[in-house]
């Protein structure tokens, strides 16, 4: 049986990625601030800021489903997943980001991406930056297990669970239907997926809808 813990467990994502996690057996651990709303029935009452080694110590892997979206917060995207990455830093333990669409590549050089092309929307320009320099810095570390999963263009939190999803890598990946798009339910059997039976250990991978 794997053991998990999921950071900011509350969010939509997490509760999601908590409620696949525990469908299919896994000991899951909340890590929320106030109460815990998602359907682990353990939790971490710690802002994550405040968690250390020993809180996240025994787990055979840590999502972190953090998120921010106001100007002032959108820098905790850099400072959260490095404190994650400091306090389980030599760990076995695998740690498993949700990501963001916008650091996607459009081309085979990987020079150019998503949130490049003239396209792509103004209001979602500072939150696509955030993510991809929180990836960037990610890069860098070689003492974490970590891997950084992408959704599809259009994430959708509402979105219907169909179970079927394409695994791709650093490129943007369409479906037959020439479509970028994927549910949080979706993206979480994904993230459980990877967690299960993955190895794209110091790797970004991205999901798309079938």
Not at 71 to 97: N, Q
Not at 111 to 137: S, W
Not at 197 to 205: A, E, F, L, S, T
Request: glycine share 8%; net charge negative; hydrophobic share 45%.
């Amino acid at each position: 049986m794997k053991k998990i813990a999921v950071v900011c467990a509350n969010g939509k994502a997490g509760q999601l990625i908590v409620k696949e996690a525990v469908n299919r057996g896994f000991d899951v651990t909340a890590v929320v601030k106030g109460e815990n709303r998602s359907a682990a029935d353990k939790a971490i009452i710690k802002d994550l800021f405040d968690l250390t080694a020993d809180d996240l110590a025994g787990f055979d892997a840590v999502v972190d489903a953090f998120g921010a979206w106001t100007p002032e917060t959108l820098p905790l995207h850099s400072t959260s997943l490095k404190h994650l990455c400091d306090i389980m830093s030599g760990s076995d333990a695998r740690l498993v980001v949700v990501g963001g669409a916008g650091s996607l590549y459009v081309n085979a050089e990987h020079t150019i991406r998503v949130m490049d092309g003239a396209d792509f929307p103004e209001m979602f320009k500072p939150l696509a930056a955030a993510q991809g320099k929180a990836l960037e810095e990610l890069r860098e570390r070689s003492d974490v297990k970590w891997t950084f999963i992408s959704p599809a263009g259009d994430f959708q939190a509402d979105g219907e669970c169909t179970g079927k999803y394409i695994l791709a890598g650093e490129e943007l990946t369409l479906n037959s239907k020439g479509e970028s798009i994927i549910s949080y339910a979706d993206y979480a059997i994904a993230m459980i997926d990877e967690i299960e039976n993955g190895d794209h250990v110091q790797q970004r991978i991205s999901v798309v809808r079938e």
